[in-house]
């Protein structure tokens, strides 16, 4: 009879639907919003500055504004030229920061030239940092203390809790170690017991740290860096890079820090880009900002 492999399909993993988890979390929060508006009859604003005309960021807030309007929060858009100074730029945070009807404050990075994302991140209220990059937010994470968890990773840890569940003992890699995605990860990674490790530019061999991983979250901004022959197989990858290539034809097509033809046929379970981790980030803003108004409004739990 013919050979067993000639009936069994080619593996290829189970992908990550990072965006029906994102619509399903954002429908949660619509009703949990609710509730809170007949509590304390107040609806959670989230402030959204953007400096200067980056095209791609552009995309991002009005997604972001889209998405608070469709969880029932308040939306707030300040658009400032790119021309703005970091005073100008300080001043509005301000503002921001002693207004009742904002519970949520995000500059969209990156910032232009002459303005410092370390300064001006840190000029918003732990209270309203909802991308939780500030020192306090970024030291409680640290220190495996409650805070605000950056939104990117937040979404990565929700995506694996649901898909992979218990972590304990699992080798983890983190590819890149920003601020924004990389070392907030490898927290997290770290709080829910991997034994992680992080891979970074000066790295000598990171395809034979992949090797050994069970779980890969890669953020680096490299289209395509991580190849199929990096990945255990069985393992979980996910893909937080989106890089727009232009093809031949003149299209544009998104792709992600990852390989993913070659990827998918080791992995076990995969995000694709898009609609994996890209659509978390905004779901898990919506959550950071209504959990904000909660202890703003309500105080800390006890
Ligand atoms: N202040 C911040 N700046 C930036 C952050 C951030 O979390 N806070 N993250 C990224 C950009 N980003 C949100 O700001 C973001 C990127 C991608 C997506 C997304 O939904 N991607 C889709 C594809 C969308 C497309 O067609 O371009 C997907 O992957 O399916 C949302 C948010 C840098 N800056
Ligand atoms: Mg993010």
Known sequence: GPAVSDTQEPHAARLIDGKGFAARMTQ????????FYDRHHITPGLAVVLVGNDPASEVYVRNKALQTHRAGMRSFMHMLPATTSQKELLGLIERLNVDPEIHGILVQLPLPAGLDPVVVTNAIIPEKDVDGL??????????????IVPCTPLGCLLLLHH?????????????????????????LLLREGCT?????????????????????????GVRELVRGDWIKPGATVIDVGISRVTLPNGKTRLVGDVKFDEAVKRAGLITPVPGGVGPMT??????????AARILVEGPAR
Not at 134 to 147: Q, S, T
Not at 282 to 291: F, M
């Open 282 to 291: 905004i779901a898990c803003l919506l959550r950071n900002t209504l959990d």
């Open 163 to 187: 898909y992979v569940g218990d972590m304990r003992g699992r080798d983890a890699l983190v590819i890149g170690a920003s601020n924004l995605v990389g070392r907030p990860m490898a927290e």
């Open 134 to 147: 500030g020192v306090v937010n970024a030291g409680r994470l640290a220190l495996g203390l409650p805070g």
């Open 196 to 220: 992680v490790t992080v891979a970074h530019i000066d790295t000598r061999d990171t395809a034979s740290l992949a090797r050994q991983a069970d779980i890969v979250v890669v953020a680096t």
């Open 28 to 35: 949660d929060i619509a009703a949990d919003v609710s509730a």
